[in-house]
């Protein structure tokens, strides 16, 4: 993918960060809130999770967790990929 060949200070290319950004509220912000800033009473926060678990991430978010659904049938792993370049990157702050 070009996206990733391009040089860029940060581990993601910010084209990514953004398709992550749009992937994210699109599926996931009903739950985990705009910009993932929800209360963090009975939604996992975000904005916390560890930036050195990518695997924790895919298999999370693929195969479910608690209450919240396996998205295994509705995101491709390119989709989990973006969304993690959005997640792990605190949406882009962090990057
Ligand atoms: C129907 C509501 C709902 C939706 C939609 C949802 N989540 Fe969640 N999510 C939850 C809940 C509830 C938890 C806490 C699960 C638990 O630990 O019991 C959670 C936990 C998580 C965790 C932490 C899992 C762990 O390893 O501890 C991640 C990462 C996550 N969600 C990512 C996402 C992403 C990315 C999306 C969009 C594809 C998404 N969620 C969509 C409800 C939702």
């Given at each position: 993918?070009?996206?990733?060949?391009?040089?860029?200070?940060?581990?993601?290319?910010?084209?990514?960060?953004e398709?992550g950004?749009?992937?994210?509220?699109?599926?996931?912000?009903?739950?985990?809130?705009?910009?993932?800033?929800?209360?963090?009473?009975?939604?996992?926060d975000?904005?916390?999770?560890?930036?050195?678990?990518?695997?924790r991430?895919?298999?999370?978010v693929?195969?479910?967790?608690?209450?919240?659904?396996?998205?295994?049938?509705?995101?491709?792993?390119?989709?989990?990929?973006?969304?993690?370049?959005?997640?792990?990157?605190?949406?882009?702050?962090?990057?």
């Amino acid at each position: 993918m070009a996206t990733q060949a391009q040089a860029t200070a940060g581990r993601f290319a910010p084209e990514l960060i953004e398709q992550g950004r749009e992937q994210f509220h699109r599926t996931c912000a009903q739950c985990h809130g705009r910009n993932m800033v929800n209360a963090g009473t009975t939604v996992y926060d975000l904005r916390k999770f560890p930036l050195d678990q990518p695997d924790r991430f895919q298999q999370s978010v693929t195969l479910g967790k608690g209450n919240m659904p396996s998205f295994k049938d509705a995101l491709t792993p390119e989709q989990v990929a973006v969304l993690w370049a959005y997640v792990g990157t605190r949406g882009g702050k962090e990057n």
